[in-house]
């Protein structure tokens, strides 16, 4: 949690785009293990839970450095009950999942997160999530989402989402607000019109956003959602058989064709082509590290496509790639937006791993480009958007602000010289200018540097 603490981060929130690490069960584990697969990087889980209050006891167990709150996943609660199936919930699944959710909520998860372009999220239709949306009014929960789409169709996405929040009578939030791919560009000036329209409708709508051009998901998320299905070993065994391999690589040649409309998020079309995609980390094969696809694949005297094939085989889908996806104009946008508070979005590297370097820069890069550089907002007005905008948004009433009685999460910084040092190619490093960072009162960076003290807690919801 370095990558968190040196950013001024002293309460976190996980399981977002539907993903969490409970519930699970015996039958569907492996499953749920492929389901997180870019998340865990290799990483061995002792699998010592079930339910979700099985699970928050474990990591209650854990000396965390930071404060910790959580949501539980979509996608997790549908594999749990249904795996990968690519259809609509049987009325008993249904139940299942409503029964799991409201186990969840009643351990502390502040509410349901959804990945609709990740399988299964991507089979979920919408009245699923307005049954889920129930257990949610009923136990007070907040559903935030990784929306259907975030390119061509962002409005459907969010007009869903919105619909939701009236249909279901629930706060919802629009998880790592953007729009993807030149040619949409500049949508988000209408999405953040039907925000407002929501919001003075009285549906109560926030978004939260990362400050980089780039966006974050593993290499296989290149590919067709058909192709994707079933997970990691599914895809693999799609890519080694040639036919479909042949058909896999021609709809994502196809869609980077910008002439024709294309009919789902092809991150190729909206990375710009091969140039615009990044690959991060890929352990098995770290000589492409930090390189894009073009070079990659002239260095391996391959078709860019069949490139990616290669990686995600050799490294079994566990890697990560950045797709130069987003405009510099709609970050700001966005942030300047008054319901828009600020989120890392990222997936913390595994010991060794590579990451975005958003897991490591997102909170300062705020203060040192939007705030000093690029003057999008005042230093009191970015700070609100990182601290008690969202607290406030999650009912963390002990915290967000500094006042008697509150929790004592303190940062104490100069504003000329909070800095992000992470970037693509060097994602890992640590941001400078935290000088003192107080967790529940005591001091767990000092100087810069972390003290070794673990005052941080797991917040239940209502506890
Ligand atoms: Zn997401």
Redesign the pocket.
């Known amino acids: 949690m370095l990558s968190k603490l040196h950013q001024g981060i002293t309460t976190q929130f996980v399981g977002?785009?539907g993903q969490s690490a409970a519930p699970v069960n015996e039958k569907t584990r492996e499953l749920l293990e492929s389901y997180l697969g870019f998340i865990l990087a290799g990483t061995k889980i002792s699998w010592d839970w079930k339910t979700f209050d099985d699970w928050l006891k474990e990591v209650e167990k854990l000396p965390l450095a930071l404060n910790m709150a959580t949501c539980l996943g979509h996608g997790t609660l549908r594999v749990a009950v249904m795996g990968f199936e690519d259809r609509k919930a049987a009325p008993a699944e249904m139940e299942e999942m409503k029964k799991l959710l409201r186990e969840g909520m009643e351990a502390g998860s502040f509410g349901l997160s959804s990945?609709l372009i990740y399988p299964p999220g991507v089979y979920t239709p919408k009245e699923e999530l307005l049954e889920l949306a129930e257990v949610l009014r009923e136990t007070g929960g907040l559903y935030m989402t990784?929306m259907r789409n975030e390119s061509a169709e962002l409005l459907s996405g969010v007009a869903e989402t919105i619909e939701i929040g009236r249909q279901g009578g629930i706060p919802v939030q629009i998880?790592?607000h953007k729009v993807l791919g030149k040619e949409n560009w500049g949508l988000v000036n209408k999405s953040l019109q039907m925000v407002d329209e929501a919001r003075k409708e009285g549906i109560d709508v926030t978004i939260d956003q990362y400050p980089y051009n780039n966006c974050s998901t593993s290499v296989r998320a290149c590919l067709p959602p058909w192709a994707q299905a079933g997970g990691v070993q599914s895809i693999c065994e799609r890519l080694e058989n040639p036919e479909t391999r042949k058909k896999i690589a021609e709809e994502i040649r196809t869609s980077m064709d910008m002439s024709k409309p294309c009919g789902w998020e092809s991150m190729l079309r909206h990375g710009g082509g091969p140039e615009g995609a990044l690959v991060v980390y890929c352990p098995n094969t770290p000589q492409w590290e930090g390189k894009n696809l073009r070079e990659i694949a002239s260095a391996m005297n391959m078709d860019p496509v069949e490139s990616a094939f290669e990686i995600i085989m050799k490294n079994n889908g566990n890697d990560l790639a950045c797709y130069a996806a987003i405009s510099d104009e709609d970050i700001k946008t966005v942030l300047a937006h008054p319901a828009t508070m600020i989120g890392s979005?990222s997936i913390p590297p595994a010991e060794g791993a590579k990451a975005h370097p958003r897991s490591f820069g997102s909170h300062p890069r705020i203060i040192a480009k939007y705030v000093r550089e690029e003057n999008t907002l005042a230093i009191e007005n970015a700070v609100q958007k990182m601290t008690a905008l969202p607290a406030a948004r999650f009912g963390l009433q002990q915290k967000g602000l500094i006042r008697p009685g509150m929790d004592a999460d303190i940062l104490i910084f100069d504003q000329q010289k909070v800095l992000d040092k992470a970037t693509y190619e060097k994602p890992t490093e640590l941001a400078q200018g935290m000088d003192i960072v107080l967790v529940g009162g005591k001091k767990v960076l000092d100087g810069g540097s972390y003290t070794g003290t673990a005052s941080g807690t797991v917040i239940r919801k209502g506890r």
Do not use: N
């Open positions: 977002q785009c990945g990784h998880s790592h979005d």
